[in-house]
């Protein structure tokens, strides 16, 4: 004789679960809401938040509701108001995508029909040469003979700054590794950085930072 598995536990075991109270609520939360608490990235979510709320007050909308009747125009008037005010292109990409993003999610909410910006002009991104200058061998050497190599402090300097070059992390991935995100992976060390969107990747370390991570770690200790 098979046995059943009932679809919900037992009354008993049922402390976990919504009351009706708590269902009801979560269920009148807007989908712009949503949109910006599934922002995992708080950088991101930072600048997202400042860029629909400057559209908001720019087409005067003050209630999340009001979004299903933006249409097209109204982007393309706010687009130019962007340009009118001298932003950067890469700003106004941004806040285009800002706003493209929480469109794109009321659709899948289906709390709207179409996405407006879709079709507005995005100003163009120049792809010949990168926004971040780069750096030549001789500057590089001078910038790892920054400190004292004798002392924690100038290994400290050293490895922070042979991990940006040798690796070109962001400044932001630097300050969020821990000692035990150097890890060996089939005998090579490796970074485990923690990237944008929550990635993880695992970086092989250059082995001029592995000789200088076993400097530190014998100072250290």
Not at 73 to 84: F, K, M, S, T, Y
Not at 165 to 180: K, P, W
């Amino acid at each position: 004789m098979n046995t059943v598995v009932p679809a919900f536990p037992p009354a008993e075991d049922r402390s976990h679960i919504l009351t009706s109270s708590q269902f009801t609520q979560l269920a009148a939360v807007s989908p712009a809401l949503s949109w910006f608490a599934n922002l995992d990235n708080p950088q991101t979510r930072r600048a997202y938040q400042n860029d629909v709320q400057e559209f908001m007050a720019f087409a005067g909308i003050d209630d999340p509701r009001q979004f299903r009747d933006v249409v097209r125009g109204h982007v393309l008037a706010w687009r130019r108001d962007l340009e009118q005010r001298a932003l950067s292109e890469a700003s106004i990409r941004r806040k285009l995508a800002a706003l493209s993003s929480l469109f794109e999610y009321l659709c899948e909410a289906n709390a709207i029909t179409s996405n407006p910006v879709d079709g507005v002009r995005h100003p163009k991104m120049a792809r010949a040469e990168g926004k971040t200058p780069a750096i030549g061998d001789h500057p590089a050497r001078a910038l790892l003979q920054v400190g004292e190599p004798d002392t924690l402090r100038g290994l400290r300097d050293r490895a922070i700054l042979s991990t940006l070059l040798y690796h070109g992390r962001r400044r932001a991935e630097l300050c969020a590794l821990h000692v035990v995100d150097i890890q060996e992976r089939r005998g090579v060390k490796h970074l485990q950085v923690h990237g944008k969107g929550s990635k993880i990747r695992y970086i092989p370390l250059h082995s001029v930072r592995q000789m200088q991570l076993q400097l530190t770690s014998q100072w250290s200790s």
